[in-house]
């Protein structure tokens, strides 16, 4: 798991690169075994990735779904958080509107799960350029951070108070599978967590591609200074409008496989509550890093089945251990880890 | 009449969102730290004073020992906690949300999730012409306005508050002309957790208490400082009132079940018209 995080694009500037001058003798080597590191990461994953599959147990199964859920939400946000930096309180909200959207035009209108993924991905889509314009047309992120927050709380209430459609705060039952993709049947337990994994790894290939591109540099410039970003010639406000539609659009979809893995929706799943854990995940995972979401994941919501034991406490514990990650680690448990691997590759660790 | 009855009503919500509001501009206006466990303090608060209250020493002991015990827990959490993150939003939001999960939890743990309620000092209603109005609200509406004034004058006239509106509006320049920063960051987090201490209390004195019930608040809290102007007193206040009166006004005229929306509505307008808020300072802040 240790790096998928290898990411020249979003170190920070300030980081002690050029302050010690040449390579030290020997650290050829460093490098090329630094290099291998990534795809270490990667194989770590699809290792993890693979591992519920092997044991027959329902329940590790089931909690593999959950986690590649929450993992596949957290990295979504964090294009929007991490990469352009903008305070986006919204994510819940999107990711409800798809699972309440895909579920409609499932059951109401008798649509394909695979068209419906599209087309509630588009509406978010729409929906997040017409949010996101006017609040981030400012600098400083207050203005997004509560706009869309208030725009998601919004969203809860008009989930819980449209009952015709939404079926009100009682939630509505969803009773559809997801039809095979290209073969691969997707209505058993196992089926469902292929599709979340697919879900996840749909959003960190996206991430990727952002990083290693002209957009996602522009994103990270955007970030660090939005008035040097501009006098580059960088789209300031184009850029931020587009990172928080791609990431309001991957959120929705993540939606859509949401629906059908709980057989449930209900307005709770738009509450600002689940936008803040993802926030805490992100931070404590490390965020602007590929590896972050994942790891912040496993942490935020393994440590709590760990703790079932303790029932009442294990919140308390995972409290505990947030507020001890920031102080003490503020660039989180993939920023360190980057950090550590940039030293050791000029052979200083 | 309905009107002004429904008018009056929203005042006296609106001014416990307005003290709410006052905590998070201090905090979080003025010294930059978005403290979101500022809810679980009113939270506390109002448990505090139910406790009070429960052991027979009445309202007004129950008000001073909330505000007090909460100045406490204020400091105590500015020490351990966010002092340390004091140069980064982000850092000290995450360690607020932390702290939401262990004080949330912990309470739920020791007073159960029951809800409770304490015996307010005053009860009934009384008539004012045409208009029948709770003793306890009208009580609620005054204390409310005494703490705004109270803390109004205090940073207007004090030394140490005229330190803490320096702090404001510029770190660097308040140590260098001599304020100790580090004890004024303090002074001002006791004071924005004594707020919310307040808050709690009125709060438990009209509504039930219970673990879970600071979110509302805490997000209609953050809404207001950015509505009123980040860092501004009166603004805060002012958008309080505002807020109590347009939910009261739209749940008593269009529909009671999207009460919390009508302040989120608001919000969104005023923020595209107004992007500095109604008492904000004027400057350019587009890219």
Redesign the interface.
């Given at each position: 798991m240790s790096a998928l995080l290898d990411a020249p694009a979003v170190n920070p500037p300030n980081l002690d690169a050029p302050a010690t001058g040449a390579p030290r003798a020997g650290s050829a080597w460093r490098q090329r075994a630094a290099a291998i590191v990534p795809w270490a990461g990667w194989i770590c994953l699809a290792v993890l990735l693979v591992v519920p599959m092997l044991g027959g147990s329902r329940y590790i199964v089931y909690l593999g779904t959950l986690i590649a859920l929450q993992a596949a939400l957290a990295t979504s946000l964090n294009i929007v958080m991490g990469y352009a930096g903008q305070f986006a309180m919204s994510h819940a909200a999107f990711y409800g509107f798809g699972a309440y959207a895909s579920a409609l035009l499932i059951s109401s209108l008798g649509l394909n799960f695979w068209v419906a993924v599209p087309l509630a991905m588009l509406g978010a889509g729409a929906l997040a350029a017409v949010v996101g314009y006017p609040a981030l047309r400012y600098t400083g992120g207050v203005h997004l951070a509560l706009i869309t927050f208030a725009f998601g709380e919004l969203a809860r209430l008009v989930a819980a108070n449209w009952h015709s459609l939404t079926g009100g705060p009682m939630g509505m039952r969803v009773m559809y599978s997801p039809s095979p993709f290209f073969g691969l049947e997707l209505s058993s337990a196992k089926g469902l967590y292929w599709l979340a994994a697919g879900m996840l790894l749909v959003c960190l290939l996206v991430t990727l591609a952002i990083q290693r591109s002209r957009f996602g540099r522009g994103l990270v410039a955007v970030r660090e200074d939005e008035t040097l970003a501009s006098f580059l010639g960088i789209n300031v406000v184009g850029y931020k409008v587009a990172a928080y539609v791609i990431s309001s659009m991957l959120a929705a979809m993540v939606g859509c496989a949401y629906a059908p893995i709980m057989n449930f929706i209900s307005p709770e799943l738009l509450s600002a509550h689940e936008t803040i854990s993802l926030i805490g995940v992100l931070i404590l995972g490390g965020i602007g890093t590929i590896v972050g979401p994942i790891l912040g994941t496993i942490v935020f919501f393994g440590i709590p089945e760990m703790l079932r034991v303790a029932r009442l406490y294990r919140l308390v514990v995972l409290g505990v251990i947030i507020v001890v990650v920031v102080l003490f680690m503020p660039k989180g448990l993939g920023g360190v880890l980057r950090d550590r691997l940039a030293r050791w590759k000029r052979g200083l660790a | 009449m309905d009107l002004i009855q429904t008018l009056l009503d929203g005042l006296m919500v609106g001014g416990l969102y307005a003290t709410v509001a006052i905590g998070i501009t201090l905090v979080f206006g003025i010294m930059g730290i978005l403290n979101?466990a500022h809810g679980q303090m009113l939270m506390l608060g109002a448990y505090t004073a139910f406790f009070v209250v429960s052991a027979g020493f009445g309202f007004w002991p129950a008000l001073v020992i909330a505000m007090v015990a909460m100045a406490a827990l204020g400091l105590l959490l500015e020490r351990i906690?966010f002092r340390?993150?004091l140069t980064?939003h982000?850092?000290g939001?995450?360690?607020s949300?932390?702290?939401?999960?262990?004080?949330e939890?912990?309470a739920?743990?020791a007073f159960t999730p029951d809800h409770r309620t304490f015996e307010p000092p005053l009860a009934g209603s009384f008539q004012l012409g045409p208009l029948t109005l709770s003793s306890q609200r009208m009580l609620v509406l005054a204390l409310v306005v005494v703490l705004v004034v109270a803390c109004y004058l205090f940073l207007q006239k004090t030394r140490i508050g005229k330190a803490i509106r320096a702090m404001g509006q510029n770190r660097t320049g308040a140590a260098l002309v001599g304020i100790q920063t580090s004890q004024v960051t303090a002074v001002v987090f006791m004071l924005g957790s004594a707020m919310a201490g307040a808050a709690g209390v009125l709060y438990g004195s009209l509504f039930a208490i219970t673990p879970y019930m600071a979110?509302a608040p805490l997000?209609k809290g953050?809404?207001l400082t950015?509505l009123g102007g980040?860092g501004s007193v009166p603004g805060a206040v002012l958008a309080g009132f505002l807020l109590g009166v347009a939910e009261s006004l739209g749940s008593r005229y269009l529909?009671a079940?999207?009460r919390?929306?009508y302040g989120?509505?608001l919000?969104?307008v005023c923020?595209?018209y107004f992007?500095r808020g109604l008492f904000g300072q004027r400057g350019k802040?587009?890219?």
């Open positions: - | 979101f906690v340390h993150t980064d982000m850092q939001l995450t360690a949300l932390g702290l939401i999960m262990v004080i939890n912990l739920a743990a979110a997000m953050f809404i950015v980040l529909s079940s999207f919390d929306g989120f509505i919000m969104i923020l595209l992007p802040i587009r890219v």
